[in-house]
């Protein structure tokens, strides 16, 4: 069975392409899953790896950025991330671009105005985060827990979301007015 990626078109909205769902729909939306004979693994061998050590002094170096005391802006471009533990962080304004963040907890994480341009998010928990006004251009994110995750005014173009956990009773809220994505069903 092969997947099908849909991508929605930006021509079915007026001005900046708008996600069409509504929230809740997307967790009724069938999806395909891939058997392991058919996957494509991806080498890192071109990502920085950093440790959780390394991930938790970046993280206070960016919250004395933020307040204007020094440290340096959290870019995490390029780097792997594997069982890293960014919950409840302010990562506000964090550069993520062509990341790859795997089996990451990130339960209650500030990510506001982050840049997520080509990374790829695969089994996280991102729970009850603040992704607002984020861009996740040309992003893949499989088999992530975004419940309760806001992402309103963020940018999907081009972004690939395939198979995520939403329980039925609180559906992951893709604001109304993020911009456009594409799905893999």
Same mark, same amino acid.
């Given at each position: 069975?092969?997947?099908i990626?849909?991508?929605i078109?930006?021509?079915?909205n007026?001005?900046?392409?708008l996600?069409p ?8 939306i069938?999806?395909?899953?891939v058997a @392991? &004979? ?5 080498? *890192?061998?071109?990502y920085?790896? +950093? %440790?959780?050590?390394?991930v ?15 440290g340096e802006?959290?870019?995490? @471009? &390029? ?5 890293? *533990?960014?919950s409840?962080?302010? +990562? %506000?304004?964090?550069?993520f671009?062509?990341a ?11 990510l506001n105005?982050s840049?997520?341009?080509g990374?790829?998010i695969?089994?996280c928990?991102l729970?009850?985060a603040?992704a ?9 994110i ?6 309760a ?6 940018n999907?173009i081009?972004a690939?979301?395939s ?11 893709l604001?109304e ?9």
């Amino acid at each position: 069975m092969d997947c099908i990626p849909y991508t929605i078109p930006a021509e079915l909205n007026n001005g900046p392409p708008l996600c069409p769902f509504k929230p809740g729909v997307l967790s009724s939306i069938p999806y395909v899953t891939v058997a @392991s &004979d058919y996957a494509v693994y991806e080498n *890192n061998t071109n990502y920085h790896v +950093l %440790n959780q050590e390394q991930v938790n002094v970046i993280c206070a170096l960016h919250t004395l950025w933020l307040h204007g005391v020094g440290g340096e802006q959290a870019d995490f @471009s &390029d780097c792997l991330l594997k069982g890293i *533990n960014l919950s409840s962080r302010n +990562l %506000n304004r964090a550069v993520f671009a062509g990341a790859k963040l795997v089996d990451c907890l990130m339960y209650d994480a500030k990510l506001n105005t982050s840049i997520f341009d080509g990374a790829k998010i695969q089994n996280c928990q991102l729970i009850n985060a603040q992704a607002e006004h984020c861009s996740f251009r040309n992003a893949f994110i499989v088999m992530t827990d975004m419940n309760a995750t806001s992402t309103k005014h963020s940018n999907f173009i081009g972004a690939t979301i395939s198979k995520y956990s939403v329980p039925k009773d609180e559906p992951f809220s893709l604001a109304e007015d993020s911009q456009g994505f594409s799905m893999t069903m």
